[in-house]
């Protein structure tokens, strides 16, 4: 995963730091960090990521809405939902969308880094890993 590059979007500067640290240290290189959907949107086209962490509930933008945007700009990009929002409803709407991975806050250094590998190396999702 060395040589891997995020973009960080959460409204949180608590979870933001959390998830940077926590990627950092497994040598995961964090080009950007956003507090909001519309900076989340720039950030991710000025840096052209490997992968995305986008919250769910934040201000300016929902990241569903973020989610369905870059899609529609970038097919290909590997974005992966992060929240407490627990709701199955969502969490489907999410990976029906085109998200890669959903983690649920508060986070597990272990998911996010799975999650991470997961998506960079492009394993084919089962339903256990959901």
Do not use: W
């Not at 040598?27 to 769910?56: R, S, Y």
């Not at 933008?61 to 870059?70: A, F, N, P």
């Amino acid at each position: 995963m060395e040589g891997t590059k995020v973009v960080i979007a959460d409204d949180s500067p608590l979870m933001r730091a959390l998830l940077s640290k926590i990627l950092k240290e497994h040598k995961i290189e964090v080009l950007a960090e956003a507090k909001d959907g519309e900076e989340a949107v720039a950030m991710f086209e000025k840096h052209q990521p490997h992968l995305m962490t986008l919250d769910i509930e934040m201000p300016l933008k929902r990241g569903t809405e973020v989610l369905q945007e870059l899609l529609e700009k970038y097919p290909d990009a590997n974005i992966v939902m992060v929240s407490s929002v627990s709701d199955a409803k969502v969490v489907m709407k999410c990976l029906k969308t085109g998200a890669k991975r959903y983690i649920m806050k508060p986070f597990d250094e272990q998911a996010v880094v799975d999650a991470v590998r997961k998506v960079i190396k492009q394993k084919p999702e089962t339903s256990e890993d959901i």
